[in-house]
């Protein structure tokens, strides 16, 4: 440091500071100011590069939003297919550029919605398909080689994806035209969302399957997105979510190399989801050290040759676990701070939060305010004329280097507890998120931390009622009704064949996603299809730790 | 059985995975002295019922982030009635409108519900609260 710096810093002490403390959301303490000093070993070349270039750390793309503004896809889906396709139908004539489809609960499971598990649960958090038949409808008049569409599916994947890409398929559109994501992220599920069904290794098979069918047959499609939206929501840290998403990337990147793969061959189809929390500037540079990491690993430690494996790229959705309850319309606000993080850190695609899915999946008012926030973002704020606008800021490059060194202390970790499977075995991911949740909580609650309308500034008078979307108990009765008539209207030998064939190739190492589509295509449901994979893979049980 | 500390059920009924809100509980009343048994995820009332049952619980508190709790309580209620276990409280939390808070508790499905903002405290001194009036 400076001699300027030290006696800029011999007078401040002399000061006055505010109440603290200075900690940002992850509870990483600030220093009052960031000065040439903290950032002197920044090699511009080395760390940052020019956008587009390696190691990217200033963006994928070399005219980022210059180019094409980042895709506003808002995720979406209730009820039944017939009401999402609607929803969707909106959307796209407000000038939204992209799909993301929200499934329920049940389908997300693995079960049909005329399972006793679903029972109370069908068409509430998202839409219940549970044949091909549902997504045909869910799609009814959207031309699927016009739209990208991302899905929020991961346990049954490959299911839905199937179903898409026969949906498609019936459309007329083949499937190598076909644009999209799926989440199919696993091993955040064992970390964080929870939603499994099948024990690790069966479900990395299916992921490697899926990666080998997309390389010959649908080549433009996102077959992965490595999830760190719902460790953060499940509490961890910003570097936490930062880590232990890289960490799940590169076991699926080992995994696919093993399964027989070159990296180049599949790496370019990786595809991250990040979620972007209230602290601005920490969000910034997460970010930006998650491109770095990214390519800095996948060239030097897994010896990608292709400019495009080395590319991390991004959805953001805002952080639904900042919402509140109290003041609903604060969100709006909040929502907007973290859009423009998310902008600022590079993404290509961003759902932002609509203020009342604190409570309940929006109503379609607060999905156009929603969209709204991203579209002033965009046209009026101006953080899109120039790329990577807070480069060789003293204070976002100093916290950009401490996320990646952070990071590189995790992974350190993670190796030693035998990589992530072992570390999930640990418990240590869950442990860790469990740890940064509780304290959050408690800084709360001890008023370290003030949230607007929960700690602080709290209103007397109650808050005006807002109308929330209400789900029709009825939804759940004509899905069951329909998958009735489904099951007496199809051929249903048909259907025993392909899933005898299904077994057998579970039971085996053939690919299995064609097989899949063969039962897809006879209108096998999907609880049918996990039912037979159930009986061969077993499925997966947690130790909880709290 | 002497019982010397509150004994709590903390489960997570539905498909859904939103386990935050359930650990975050169950580690703060564990702070607070109680003891706390956690059922891990994807219970069905059912399940949570017998446990509660097996565990000689004080109280159920339930976490329902899916939309299900119009289902949900109503039904662990009903099977606490048939297994005669009706002294066993239930509370609940998660992302629940106003208005359904209302019905449930006016329609004694649950004894009560906090949503996201409720602090721990609050909670821990309200179990307190009911459970030593329940003895």
């Known amino acids: 440091m400076s001699n300027n710096f030290l006696s800029w810093k011999a007078n401040y002490d002399t000061l006055k500071e505010r109440k603290g403390p200075f900690f940002t959301v992850s509870s990483v303490p600030i220093d009052p100011l960031y000065a040439p000093g903290h950032t002197v070993d920044i090699d511009y070349q080395r760390d940052l590069g020019n956008p587009g270039e390696y190691p990217y750390t200033r963006g994928v793309q070399a005219n980022m939003y210059r180019g094409r503004l980042w895709t506003m896809r808002m995720f979406a889906g209730f009820a039944t297919a017939t009401e999402s396709n ?144 719902h460790i953060r929501e499940a509490g961890s840290t910003a570097l936490q979510e930062l880590a232990f998403t890289l960490a799940d990337g590169f076991a699926y990147v080992e995994a696919g190399i093993k399964a027989g793969l070159d990296v180049d061959d599949f790496a370019p189809r990786l595809s991250f989801f990040f979620n972007s929390h209230t602290d601005f500037f920490e969000e910034i540079a997460k970010l930006r050290a998650a491109r770095r990491i990214w390519a800095r690993h996948m060239k030097g430690k ?58 309940a999946l929006p109503s379609e008012k607060s999905v156009q305010i929603a969209l709204r926030t991203q579209q002033v973002l965009a046209y009026e ?125 579970a039971e085996g190492s053939d690919n299995l996603i064609p097989k899949i589509m063969d039962s897809v295509r006879a209108y096998a449901t999907e609880g049918e299809i996990i039912a037979v994979l159930k009986d061969v893979f077993g499925e997966y049980r947690e130790q909880a730790v709290f | 059985m002497n019982k010397t500390r509150i004994r709590v059920l903390v489960g997570k009924p539905g498909l859904d995975g939103h386990d935050r809100g359930a650990k975050v509980i169950a580690r703060a009343l564990r702070d607070a002295g109680m003891e706390v048994i956690y059922s891990g995820l994807h219970q069905t009332p059912e399940q949570l019922v017998e446990a509660a049952i097996q565990e000689d619980v004080d109280l159920i508190g339930v976490s329902v982030l899916s939309g299900a709790h119009m289902t949900i309580f109503p039904r662990i209620k009903e099977l606490l009635k ?19 808070i209302a019905e449930l508790i006016e329609a004694g499905h649950v004894e009560a519900l906090f949503t996201p903002g409720a602090t721990t405290t609050e909670i821990v001194s309200w179990i307190r609260e009911r459970v030593k009036s329940y003895e």
């Open chain 2, 82 to 100: 048939e297994q005669n276990a009706e002294d066993i409280l239930l509370m609940g939390g998660g992302t629940i409108p106003e208005e359904d």
């Open chain 1, 86 to 229: 609607e929803r969707y139908k909106y959307l796209l004539s407000q000038g939204q550029t992209g799909l993301s489809v929200a499934f329920d609960m049940p389908t997300i499971m693995g079960y049909d919605s005329d399972h006793p598990r679903a029972y109370g649960e069908v068409g509430r958090v998202g839409v219940a398909i549970d044949s091909l038949q549902d997504m045909e409808t869910l799609f009814q008049d959207i031309p699927l080689d016009k739209v990208s569409t991302s899905m929020t599916i991961n346990a049954p994947a490959s299911i839905l994806w199937a179903m898409y890409i026969v949906a498609a398929e019936k459309q007329g559109v083949p499937a190598n035209k076909l644009t999209g994501t799926i989440q199919n992220d696993i091993l955040k599920e064992y970390i964080a969302q929870k939603s499994w069904i099948f024990p690790p290794d069966p479900s990395m098979r299916l992921i490697t399957d899926i990666f080998k069918f997309s390389k010959d047959n649908v080549p433009k499609w996102n077959t992965i997105s490595i999830s760190g939206y």
């Open chain 1, 302 to 359: 897994y010896g990608a040759k292709n400019e495009k494996s080395l590319l991390l790229r991004f959805h953001t959705q805002t952080a639904g676990c900042s919402l509140t309850g109290p003041q609903m319309e604060n969100n709006i606000v909040r929502t907007a701070y973290q859009a423009m993080a998310a902008v600022l850190g590079g993404t290509q695609s961003l759902h932002t939060n609509s203020m009342d899915e604190v409570l």
């Open chain 1, 381 to 505: 704020t101006g953080v899109t004329n120039t790329i990577d606008p807070l480069a060789g800021s003293y204070f976002v490059e100093t916290l950009t280097n401490q996320m990646e060194e952070g990071a590189e202390e995790y992974f350190r970790r993670i190796d030693e507890l035998g990589g992530v499977l072992g570390a999930i075995r640990e418990n240590f991911f869950q442990q860790e998120i469990a740890d940064a949740a509780y304290r959050y909580q408690k800084e709360i609650e001890s008023k370290d931390r003030i949230i607007v309308g929960i700690n602080g500034f709290v209103n007397e008078k109650k808050d005006d009622k807002m109308e929330l979307l209400k789900i029709d108990p009825e939804v759940e009765r004509a899905q069951v009704r329909k998958l009735i008539a489904l099951k007496q209207s199809r051929d249903n030998i048909h259907v025993q064949t392909t899933l005898t064939d299904l077994k057998e190739a």
